[in-house]
C-alpha cells in the first residue's frame, strides 16, 4: 500500500533517479511502472535462511553485498515507509545521505537522519505513507495505490480464466493471509461462494499462492457450487490481473484484497484483528470492521483462538454488501482494463 509514493515523488522530482527495494516476490508488482528507474531486490528469505542456520559468514557476506549494489547509485535520500528496525537498517545500508522515516515504537531511530510524526489510528487508507510525503514538504491531492500488470500477465492470466469456462464476469475470494485471527472460516467461504453463484450469478475463483492449496481444498470440500481454483497456479502478477478483470472481490486483510482497492474493483474487505484502514475515499468498497474492545489486536489475539471480530462478520452480511455495492451507480465500470 506504499505505491502512492511512487508517482507523488516523480511529479516532485520529475530528474531523480527513483528506486525501489523489494523482495523478489513483490518485484512482479512493481517491474512495469513507469515511474520507477529501478527495482533492487531484497533476498529476505535468503538472509533469514542463512541466520536461522548460524551461517553468519555468509550472512554477513550477502548484506555487504547489496550494501555496496546500493551505495554505487550514490542515493542521496533513502525512504523507510515501513518504521521496522530491518527497514531502518536497510536505508542506512544504503548510504543514502538522508535517510527519512516513520515514527514507530521499533528500535533503530538512531539509523534514521528524520523521523517524521504518524497519526494514530489513523483510518484512511495509506495514511502513513501520506504522512511521509508530508514530511517532505508533499503534500499531494491524489494519493491511490497504484499497481501495474504487464500485458503478458493479462494475456496468461485471461488464458488461465478462460479455461476454466466462466465468462468475463467473476467473483473473486481472497481468503488467506498471514495469521489465522485475520482469516474468515471455511464453511463460510463456501457458503459465500454458493450465494454469489445463486443470487448475484457469478461464479467464483479463488486465489492464493502454493502454500495456500489445502486450504483452497477445504473450502471447496464444504462447497455446494464449483468453486474455480487457480490457487498456487498463477504468478503474483497473473493474480493481480485476475483481481483487475473481476466483476467483485471478497477478502481479508492480505494483498490481493488491497489490489481490488487499487485497481478501484468493487471490494468487500473483512477486518478483525487488523484494521489497516476504514475509508479508502473510493465508493467502490466497503470495509466490514466491528469495533470490539479488543479489536484490533494484532499480532495478539486475547480471545482464546475464538476470533470474535472476524466471527462477528456473518455471511449474510458480507452478501448483502455486496449486493448493494454492485447496486451503486458506476459501480463496476473497469476503467483501467485495458
Not at 468453486?227 to 481479508?252: P, R
Request: glycine fraction near 8%; aromatic fraction near 6%.
Amino acid at each position: 500500500m506504499a505505491s502512492p509514493m511512487i508517482q507523488v515523488l516523480r511529479e516532485a522530482y520529475p530528474k531523480a533517479y527513483l528506486a525501489w527495494l523489494v523482495e523478489p516476490s513483490l518485484g512482479e508488482l512493481l517491474r512495469h511502472h513507469p515511474a520507477l528507474d529501478e527495482l533492487i531486490c531484497w533476498p529476505k528469505a535468503q538472509w533469514e535462511n542463512l541466520l536461522k542456520q548460524g551461517r553468519l559468514l555468509a550472512l554477513a557476506r550477502e548484506v555487504r553485498k547489496l550494501a555496496s549494489q546500493m551505495r554505487l547509485r550514490n542515493f542521496d535520500m533513502a525512504l523507510d515507509a515501513q518504521g521496522l528496525f530491518r527497514s531502518r537498517m536497510l536505508a542506512f545500508l544504503s548510504g543514502a545521505r538522508q535517510r527519512v522515516g516513520l515514527d514507530s515504537r521499533e528500535p533503530g531511530r538512531f539509523l534514521m537522519t528524520r523521523i517524521c510524526l504518524h497519526t494514530p489510528n489513523n483510518k484512511r487508507m495509506s495514511s502513513e505513507y501520506y504522512e511521509l510525503m508530508q514530511g517532505l514538504g508533499l503534500s499531494p491531492k491524489e494519493f491511490h495505490p497504484d499497481v501495474v500488470v504487464s500485458m503478458e500477465d493479462q494475456r496468461t492470466a485471461a488464458r488461465k480464466v478462460q479455461a476454466e469456462r466462466i465468462g468475463k464476469k467473476y467473483a473473486v475470494i481472497c481468503p488467506f493471509t498471514t495469521r489465522p485471527q485475520k482469516h474468515w472460516f471455511v464453511e463460510r467461504w463456501a457458503g459465500l461462494s454458493a450465494a454469489i453463484h445463486d443470487r448475484l450469478g457469478l461464479p467464483t475463483i479463488v486465489l492464493g499462492g502454493p502454500q495456500d492449496v489445502d486450504g483452497s481444498r477445504r473450502i471447496q470440500g464444504l462447497g455446494k457450487v464449483r468453486i474455480h481454483d487457480l490457487t498456487g497456479k498463477m504468478t503474483l502478477g497473473q493474480a493481480a490481473a485476475v483481481v483487475k478483470h473481476s466483476t467483485l472481490v471478497v477478502g481479508v486483510d492480505t494483498g490481493l484484497t488491497h489490489m481490488g482497492v487499487a485497481f478501484d474493483r468493487p471490494t468487500i474487505a473483512l477486518f478483525g484483528a487488523t484494521c489497516p484502514y476504514l475509508s479508502t475515499a473510493s465508493p467502490s468498497t466497503m470495509v466490514l470492521y466491528d469495533e470490539l474492545p479488543c479489536s484490533p489486536c494484532r499480532r495478539s489475539p486475547t480471545c482464546n483462538d475464538e476470533f470474535t471480530c472476524m466471527k462477528s462478520i456473518s455471511m449474510e452480511r458480507v452478501l448483502n454488501a455486496a449486493e448493494n455495492l454492485l447496486k451503486r451507480p458506476g459501480i463496476g465500470q473497469c476503467t483501467s482494463c485495458t
